[in-house]
């Protein structure tokens, strides 16, 4: 037997194994495997722990950058939920048919802030007058990947429409995800950063200095969706609790919003 048919013979198990867990009538535990963004982390691991304790299944969490794990289920990971901190990881999924189009929903939204190490930094609006270039000084903002990570994309965005990019471009710091953007401004290695307002709201280290306008940038939205290969079965319980009221509360309490346009 060579690598390639032992490979598919032990995902036939595993595959097996995990539908008779949850099949029905058998009493047993499933665990489901759901790759978040890294920015979902605090209230997903409450979520996971609080889904455990009333279901009895365990839900193991992954968290990166949306574009790594998008690529990680192209690649075959074995994912059972993706949710991504945009909708353009999600359609890219969808369009190569590795995700099931119709348990996709939004599941949560979110705001971009600048924040400052120092806590008793000075207000700022964040508007086409604002220097950002002035305040930054020698220092430099910290941004996730403004071309891949989600939470960049937004910010580079909100920053090109400000007219604000050109002048700080050469002094963006950027990270593989939101959590690492907001560590390098956390431990005091860049002054200021670009990120969620959730995670900021995460760290009593940082500062929030001022909040972007939601017309700056497109609408921050968290869709949620079973992955093709993953276990439907159990994927549709987990993201059936993700939409009840007590999942949508821990959400609301982590600093998320309803997404534009919807509810959870």
């Not at 960049?152 to 950027?174: K, N």
């Not at 690492?180 to 969620?196: D, K, T």
């Amino acid at each position: 037997m060579n690598g390639f048919q032992a490979g598919h013979i032990l995902r036939y198990v595993l595959v097996a194994v995990g539908i008779f867990a949850f099949s029905p009538g058998t009493g047993l535990a499933a665990d489901i495997t759901v790759f978040a963004a890294a920015s979902l982390k605090d209230a997903m691991d409450d979520v996971a722990e609080r889904y455990a304790r009333e279901t009895g299944n365990r839900a193991v969490m992954s968290y990166a950058a949306s574009s790594v794990l998008a690529r990680q289920i192209q690649y075959g990971a074995p994912a059972d939920v993706f949710i991504s901190a945009n909708s353009d990881w999600m359609d890219l999924l969808q369009r190569d048919g590795l995700i099931d189009p119709g348990s996709r929903f939004d599941l949560a939204g979110n705001r971009l802030v600048l924040i400052a190490h120092d806590k008793t930094a000075a207000k700022v609006a964040i508007t086409s007058e604002l220097d950002l270039a002035g305040l930054l000084g020698d220092g430099y903002l910290a941004m996730a990947l403004v071309d891949a990570v989600p939470v960049g994309i937004y910010g580079r965005v909100a920053l090109d429409r400000l007219g604000l990019w050109e002048s700080v471009s050469a002094r963006v710091a950027q990270t593989d995800n939101a959590r690492a953007a907001l560590a390098l401004v956390s431990s005091g290695e860049a002054p200021f950063g670009i990120v969620y307002a959730t995670d900021a709201g995460a760290d009593r280290n940082v500062g929030v200095i001022g909040t972007f306008p939601a017309t700056a940038h497109p609408p921050i939205v968290y869709p949620a969706a079973s992955v093709s290969r993953g276990q439907g079965v159990v994927a549709a319980d987990f993201l059936g609790y993700l939409r009840q009221p007590e999942a949508a509360g821990i959400f609301r309490r982590h600093g998320f919003t309803e997404p534009e346009g919807g509810t959870n």
